[in-house]
């Protein structure tokens, strides 16, 4: 079976960074991605890791450790508009089939 | 800039109703899948498809069917629907030569089964 764990919610204030964590156990690993759903929109790209290290995109940076079975994303300098719902995903097939985690809901305070 | 439309984009329907959800994408993907996502949890891949006449059963069991005729046009049918099939349910495509398979999801259609 595949799983992803990744928290359910977290919390922070504006202008603060916060790290959201992803953990996995799939049958296959091509590469980990990183969507942003707003509350009622469509989930949107992020980043994406296939080697182990820091990709950085702007304010936000993600992060892989293939030995580990570990992500993270990184997102610095918090806006209010960051306040959303963040989806880890496996990529277990090369054809593209993914499997999602259950979402890490961050709420930005003023 | 995406372009992966998605309608109708809310549904109120009876019990036992034949429905169709359509998803429509203008990129040229080869890949387009179907998940079925509840208010706040994680998304559910249901079906999906590699290319013209290749559909395959996702991780969770679903009553739906679905078909891939035409590249860019992925319908999704419910043959009776039952109030256990309220949900949201988004469609996504891709393309990618093995590894970094970005999805590009549309705004998704959320159905009410009474």
């Known amino acids: 079976g595949q799983s992803l764990e990744q928290p359910s919610e977290v919390t922070a204030v504006e202008g603060a960074i916060v790290q959201i964590n992803c953990t996995y156990q799939?049958?296959?690993?091509?590469?980990l991605s990183w969507y942003q759903q707003h509350d009622g929109g469509a989930p949107t790209f992020l980043s994406y890791?296939?080697?182990?290290g820091l990709e950085e995109t702007g304010r936000f940076s993600s992060f892989l450790s293939r030995s580990d079975s570990y992500g993270y994303l990184l997102l610095q300098e918090l806006q209010m508009k960051d306040s959303a719902s963040y989806f880890c995903?496996?990529?277990?097939?090369?054809?593209?089939?993914?499997?999602f985690g259950d979402g890490t809901t961050l709420t930005v305070k003023p | 800039e995406a372009d992966i439309y998605q309608t109708p984009r809310y549904l109120v329907i009876g019990t036992g109703k034949k429905i169709t959800l359509e998803c429509s994408q203008t990129?040229?993907?080869?890949?387009m899948y179907w998940y079925q996502q509840d208010p706040g949890m994680e998304l559910h891949l249901i079906h999906y498809?590699?290319?013209?006449?290749?559909?395959e059963k996702g991780d969770l069991s679903s009553e739906s069917t679905v078909s891939r005729i035409r590249t860019e046009h992925f319908p999704l049918t419910l043959e009776s629907a039952r109030p256990s099939h309220t949900s949201q349910y988004l469609c996504?495509?891709?393309?990618?030569?093995?590894?970094?398979?970005?999805?590009?999801f549309g705004a998704g259609t959320r159905l009410s089964v009474l």
């Open positions: 799939t049958s296959g690993f091509y590469g």
């Open positions: 996504a495509s891709s393309v990618g030569a093995g590894a970094k398979n970005i999805q590009y």
């Open positions: 990129m040229g993907h080869d890949k």
């Open positions: 890791n296939a080697l182990d």
């Open positions: 498809s590699y290319g013209v006449n290749s559909t």
């Open positions: 995903a496996v990529q277990t097939t090369n054809a593209g089939k993914s499997t």
